[in-house]
Structure formats: structure tokens, C-alpha cells
């Protein structure tokens, strides 16, 4: 942790920023029986002069009770009142994720199943050092459903540095774990894209001037495949899948579309700087609202960090909309290996760099009942696996209607 002042590690509450302290680890807080109240009434339980309930009344009571001295009759023992246990009440914090009862804090927070492990560690030593380090309590679910539970007796911000610390191994473990789904927009239903998709392979297949590692056939997109690439995602449960459903709907609400988007396919990239070395080949996708669609799904996938920016790049970038036309990973999987090669694309640049692969419309327009007009937009959710056509399967699809 950062113990210089003026660089201090911040967290957020409620939309208010506050200062991390360095942690210093304290006993647990035990009641205080000092008593500062007033002096206790010695003569308490003597009755009062002006009191007309005496001793012998009182008596009395005891009997119609079924109390005689330090007797119990067995049969009014049914009519004596039990005293209900106190129930604890939990109060809340300053920070609203934390709880309090009892002079104990506590906290739920969800934790995927995949990575519980990882979270225990070997022999359970990374949730005994974080347990040891911040003063809390590690319950691990047992079922799926249930919440991690942090506690402790130490204080409010031991429980903090703890979900901090969870939080932060969290994020790792999603960073280093494997693209599970992607969204895209489909094209493989634009017939021009289809047929320039072939004109160019067929003319690269076809060239003497690039070298034969680079002709591989298998270095090929499938042609019923072709989509654009908005957002690379990692999901891990049905817990993560609902929240990438949900935020492309609010992205697709948000929209506002009075005529067809039809973008423009022209040119050819890399993500790389080094053409010698490349291991993916794309075509340019442009349109201004359809980039603006992309950086708002993307956005908020990077902020339910099922997402996550390009290395070097951050969440305010915007994204690069792309159509996959060559990919080294296709050619390892041909060849049963799952060794990706790079291959040399400078030729391929050189002679056709400034390719145009036409025009799709990504929205299509429709009548219906004479005056209505209706805007589709389709976003998917792919997994990589292959459908019955052989393109990818559509995990999720969502639609924007407009009238």
C-alpha cells in the first residue's frame, strides 16, 4: 500500500472518494465493563413507604403464580412467560457493502464457482494469508448461489482491505482466464461481402509475389463466419451471461436511429506493428453511429469487467471494428497442431492494402401496416464452437426495434 501523503490509495463510497490509511492491525474490540453511570440504589429493592404494594402482596403473587419460595408448582409452570432470546440487529455502515451487529463486521461479496480454488490456494495458504493480513474471516460457499461472507471483530476497514484484497485477486483471475464469447453484428447474409470475401481470396491464393506460407488456405475465415468483431468477452457463469445480455439491451435502448446504418468495408490491418510477425489480418469496418454503439457495449462490458482493454489501451479508446479475414489460429487448428505461426503479411499489405470489400447494411428497414416503420438492429453473442452451417453458434441474440 502507498504510504506517501500527498500519493495516498483512495477508495469509493457512494459516489464520495476517501483516503486508503495504511492498515495497522489491532486487537478485537471487547465490551467496556466500566460502569459512568450514575451510582446504583443500594435500597432498591426495599418498598417504598408510599408504596401500597407490600411483601405480603407480594406473597400472594408468588402463590396465584404457582411460586411458593423457591418452589415451583409443576402445573403453573406452563403459565409462566419465557423470555424471548434477543434478536441481533445489524446496523449499517459508512460503506454500504459492510455490516454491523454485536461489535462484528460483516460483508458478502460473489465469487464465481471457477474461482474458489484459486481464491483458497494451495493447502489453503492464499485465504489464510489474506485472513492473516487484513484480521477477517474467510467463509468459502459451499453451494453455488451463496456469497462469500467476510468477517471480523477488528474494525470497518479491515473488513474494507479485505474486499479490497478479494476484489483485486478476482480481477486477475478474470484477466489471465480464456475469450469465452465475443459480440459481434453477423454479415455472412450481406451477398456483396460474400462475394468480394471470395474475389479476395481467390486473388491472394493467386499471387506469385507472396510468399507460400502466407497462401495457406487454411489461414481463411470461413465465409459464413464473416462478422464484425465489437467486444471479446470472458464468462464464466449464467451469472455473467445475464449481465452481458442486460448491457447490450440498455446499449441498443439507448440508441437513437432514424435511417439504415450502411457501413463500408475498405482496407486492410493488423494489430501489430510488425507485418513479418502476424498472426491476425482484417478489414476495416466504418460507420460514426455504428462506432458509437461499439464503444458504448464495449464500455460497459469493461466496467462489469467482463470485458477488458486492449494491452496498451484503455476503456476511453475506442474500439476497433473489424472484419476477421485471416487468422493464424485457424491454420493450427487445420492442422490439429494448436501451434499458432506467425506469417509474413508485408507482401499482402503491399499489393492489397487498400482492398474494397463493399458496403453492408447492419440494420434492415421493413414495412409493416402500411405507415409503420420499423429499424432492426441484431448484436449476437457468439460462442467459438461451430453451428450446423458451420459458422459460430449464437449464444445470445438481441434485437433494437425502432418505429
Known sequence: MNVFPLRADTYTVANRCYRRNPYRPQAAKQPDST????????????????????????????????????????????????????????????????????????????????????????????????????????????????????????????????????????????????????????????????????????????????????????????????????????????????????????????????????????GLSLFNDDPSETMVVFANVEHPQFQKLADCINRKLIGATLAFPSPGNDSSQSVVIHMTLMNSKYAAQAAATYNRRAFDATALLDEFGCYNFGKAVVDKATKKQFYYKFIHFQVVINCFSDDSKGGYKVFHETSFHER
Not at 446504583?40 to 429493592?45: A, E, I, Q, S, T
Not at 463486521?105 to 464457482?113: F, G, I, R
Request: contains cysteine; aromatic residues 6%.
Open 35 to 266: 460502569d459512568y453511570g450514575d451510582t446504583p440504589d443500594l435500597y432498591g429493592d426495599e418498598p417504598d413507604v408510599s408504596c401500597k404494594f407490600n411483601s405480603s402482596d407480594e406473597r400472594q403473587l408468588k402463590i396465584n403464580n404457582g411460586v411458593s419460595g423457591d418452589k415451583r408448582d409443576t402445573k403453573g409452570k406452563a403459565n409462566v412467560d419465557k423470555k424471548q432470546p434477543n434478536e441481533k440487529t445489524a446496523y449499517k455502515t459508512e460503506d454500504e457493502r459492510i455490516l454491523v451487529y454485536d461489535n462484528k463486521w460483516t460483508s458478502e461479496m460473489y465469487v464465481p464457482q471457477a474461482f474458489l480454488g484459486k481464491l483458497i490456494g494451495v493447502k489453503g495458504s492464499t485465504r489464510m494469508d489474506i485472513e492473516k493480513s487484513t484480521s477477517c474471516r474467510l467463509k468459502i460457499p459451499r453451494n453455488p448461489g451463496e456469497n462469500l461472507v467476510v468477517t471480523s471483530f477488528s474494525g470497518l476497514e479491515s473488513v474494507q482491505i479485505c474486499l479490497d484484497r478479494v476484489e483485486d485477486l478476482l480481477l486477475s483471475f478474470r484477466q489471465t482466464t480464456h475469450y469465452s464469447h465475443f459480440v459481434s453484428y453477423p454479415l455472412q447474409d450481406s451477398s456483396e461481402l460474400q462475394t468480394s470475401f471470395a474475389k479476395f481470396k481467390e486473388a491472394v491464393l493467386a499471387s506469385p509475389n507472396i510468399p507460400e506460407a502466407t497462401r495457406n488456405p487454411n489461414l481463411f475465415i470461413k465465409s459464413q463466419r464473416l462478422h464484425c468483431t465489437i467486444s471479446m468477452l470472458r464468462l464464466l457463469d449464467d451469472r455473467d451471461a445475464e449481465a452481458a445480455k442486460k448491457i447490450i439491451r440498455e446499449a441498443l435502448d439507448d440508441l437513437k436511429m432514424n435511417q439504415p446504418i450502411e457501413v463500408e468495408v475498405r
